[in-house]
């Protein structure tokens, strides 16, 4: 945002503000992106739930339930193949969950605080400040 603070101290108006709204829209790209990248664990973790939930309808599916039913009558087995997979989408599921909650939402709220201060002239605490 330096760059943007000299292009606030540009001659001419036009130009200033063509700098400065370049700037934000760069920073607030930047910072969007940033806040992608961190929610990139979390996406995984809900792929890793899909694809649990794919099995339980999947031929391996059917296939748990051929040979449990060699042992059970053939409810059971497939209540028994049930159970399993939807306990392991069940639980990718939540920690996918857990993983998406801490992460910060995915807006440049940075960026519009560091505008705010150029616009007013004042200091802001930023979401930094407070975490420390």
């Known amino acids: 945002m330096k760059q943007a603070r000299e292009a606030a101290r540009a001659v001419d108006p036009v130009e200033q503000n063509l700098l400065l709204a370049r700037r934000v ?3 607030a790209q930047q910072e969007m992106l940033e806040k992608a990248r961190r929610r990139v664990p979390a996406l995984g973790l809900g792929v890793v739930a899909g694809a649990f939930g794919m099995l339980a309808t999947a031929a391996t599916y059917r296939m ?13 087995a497939a209540l028994v193949a049930a159970t399993v997979y939807g306990g392991g989408a ?8 857990r993983k998406w909650r801490g992460q910060p939402a995915p807006v440049p709220s940075e960026t519009a605080g560091q505008v705010a201060e150029i616009l007013t002239g004042t200091e802001l605490p930023t979401q930094r400040d407070r975490s420390d």
Do not use: D, K
């Not at 748990?64 to 059971?76: A, G, K, S």
């Open 90 to 97: 069940g639980a990718a599921a939540l920690a996918a969950s």
């Open 25 to 27: 829209a760069e920073a």
């Open 64 to 76: 748990n339930v051929l040979l449990l039913e060699r042992r059970l009558p053939p409810e059971v």
